[in-house]
């Protein structure tokens, strides 16, 4: 049956009329799903009752719950959720002082094939439709503390642009969470044609994952880079103006002995330094099976200190949740092995 969580205001006045209702009523429809926390039909006391029957008859709310949390002991929480049968999504809600952010997944498992990605050896499965995608956030027992979405999760969100566009859609419009689009970030490895649709078309922040300023070296991490090379994405993003608001940053995993030496930080120094940017360095959440090994903390400030000596705005991000495989793709793999288990 179609879930109504998910609408656009478009549809839900078509489904409106549908029901026998006026189509102004489509906002009503939206103002219950995004607004207000409701779990069932019979929660929409200003629509009629006749109305209610036939949406239950027709649609499912789809809205549920996550059928799994762990929880670190730095307060990150890792949320499962079932989007269809023997398929997982995983959403990691990241505290931080007076702020929270939330790490959504846009698809089920991921085509891109990156050698440090747990999600990559799932393969892909899916693309979430824009209820699914919105339902981690909707359904979060911690919805309310929520400041910050980066689309960052399971999958690459610009190789489901359309749905992942309909749920920031959904996120920024008034008739929907009415949340601004500076709280929400795109987190990418560069697919430029949908990459355009995003800068044109919404006014959400932009990350780039880079993890190498060089060819080959990229090309072994990211097989994107085969498609899309780094230095394409950088042309591509010099036709915007960064001068505002909108805020562009690029995420550099430090894997040692691979991409952490001095010459890597130069080379990405001239690769950045025309942006008004951040660059973000992230400790590597090690996976089973995987040569790679994250880079020390000594290592990697000393790679950041060459990056802001040259005038870049540079952070090591903390590292969260490591005690719960808070690394992406990690909790929902262990949840799909153990499924495949149990039915053989």
Same mark, same amino acid.
């Given at each position: 049956?179609?879930?109504?969580?998910?609408?656009?205001?478009?549809?839900?006045? @078509?489904?409106?009329?549908?029901?026998?209702?006026?189509?102004?009523?489509?906002?009503?429809? @939206?103002?219950?799903?995004?607004?207000?926390?409701?779990?069932?039909?019979?929660?929409?006391?200003?629509?009629?009752?006749?109305?209610?029957?036939?949406?239950?008859?027709?649609?499912?709310?789809?809205?549920?719950?996550?059928?799994?949390?762990? @929880?670190?002991?730095?307060?990150?929480?890792?949320?499962?959720?079932?989007?269809?049968?023997?398929?997982?999504?995983?959403?990691?809600?990241?505290?931080?002082?007076?702020?929270?952010?939330?790490?959504?997944?846009?698809?089920?498992?991921?085509?891109?094939?990156?050698?440090?990605?747990?999600?990559?050896?799932?393969?892909?499965?899916?693309?979430?439709?824009?209820?699914?995608?919105?339902?981690?956030?909707?359904?979060?027992?911690?919805?309310?503390?929520?400041?910050?979405?980066?689309?960052?999760?399971?999958?690459?969100?610009?190789?489901?642009?359309?749905?992942?566009?309909?749920?920031?859609?959904?996120?920024?419009?008034?008739?929907?969470?009415?949340?601004?689009?500076?709280?929400?970030?795109?987190?990418?490895?560069?697919?430029?044609?949908?990459?355009?649709?995003?800068?044109?078309?919404?006014?959400?922040?932009? @990350?780039?994952?880079?993890?190498?300023?060089?060819?080959?070296?990229?090309?072994?991490?990211?097989?994107?880079?085969?498609?899309?090379?780094?230095?394409?994405?950088?042309?591509?993003?010099?036709?915007?103006?960064?001068?505002?608001?909108?805020?562009?940053?690029?995420?550099?995993?430090?894997?040692?002995?691979?991409?952490?030496?001095?010459?890597?930080?130069?080379?990405?120094?001239?690769?950045?330094?025309?942006?008004? !940017?951040?660059?973000?360095?992230?400790?590597?959440?090690?996976?089973?099976? !995987?040569?790679?090994?994250? !880079?020390? #903390?000594?290592?990697?400030?000393?790679?950041?200190?060459?990056?802001?000596?040259?005038?870049?705005?540079?952070?090591?991000?903390?590292? #969260?949740?490591?005690?719960?495989?808070?690394?992406?793709?990690?909790?929902?793999?262990?949840?799909?092995?153990?499924?495949?288990?149990?039915?053989?």
């Amino acid at each position: 049956m179609e879930r109504l969580y998910g609408k656009d205001i478009e549809e839900l006045k @078509a489904i409106a009329l549908e029901a026998g209702l006026k189509a102004f009523a489509g906002k009503q429809l @939206a103002t219950w799903l995004y607004q207000k926390h409701i779990r069932s039909f019979d929660d929409m006391t200003n629509i009629s009752k006749n109305a209610r029957t036939y949406l239950q008859e027709h649609y499912e709310l789809g809205i549920y719950d996550p059928i799994k949390v762990d @929880a670190s002991q730095d307060g990150t929480k890792k949320y499962l959720y079932q989007v269809v049968k023997d398929h997982y999504v995983e959403a990691a809600y990241i505290p931080d002082g007076e702020r929270a952010t939330l790490c959504l997944s846009s698809q089920v498992g991921c085509k891109m094939g990156c050698l440090f990605c747990m999600t990559a050896r799932q393969g892909f499965q899916g693309h979430l439709d824009a209820g699914e995608i919105l339902n981690q956030l909707h359904s979060l027992p911690e919805f309310d503390n929520i400041t910050n979405l980066v689309y960052m999760g399971m999958g690459e969100p610009l190789d489901n642009w359309i749905q992942v566009k309909k749920s920031i859609d959904i996120l920024t419009s008034d008739w929907g969470y009415a949340m601004s689009p500076r709280r929400i970030t795109l987190s990418t490895i560069g697919v430029i044609p949908a990459m355009k649709q995003f800068l044109d078309d919404s006014k959400a922040h932009l @990350a780039i994952s880079i993890h190498s300023p060089f060819d080959d070296e990229r090309r072994k991490l990211m097989p994107i880079q085969q498609v899309f090379p780094i230095k394409d994405v950088i042309k591509t993003l010099e036709d915007y103006d960064w001068r505002g608001q909108r805020r562009l940053s690029f995420e550099y995993i430090m894997f040692s002995g691979v991409n952490d030496s001095p010459d890597h930080a130069q080379e990405l120094v001239k690769l950045l330094s025309r942006f008004k !940017s951040r660059v973000n360095l992230i400790h590597f959440h090690p996976i089973p099976d !995987s040569p790679l090994i994250g !880079s020390s #903390r000594d290592r990697m400030e000393k790679f950041q200190n060459i990056l802001k000596d040259k005038g870049l705005m540079t952070t090591i991000r903390k590292s #969260r949740g490591e005690d719960i495989l808070a690394a992406c793709g990690l909790l929902s793999t262990k949840e799909k092995v153990k499924k495949i288990e149990v039915d053989y």
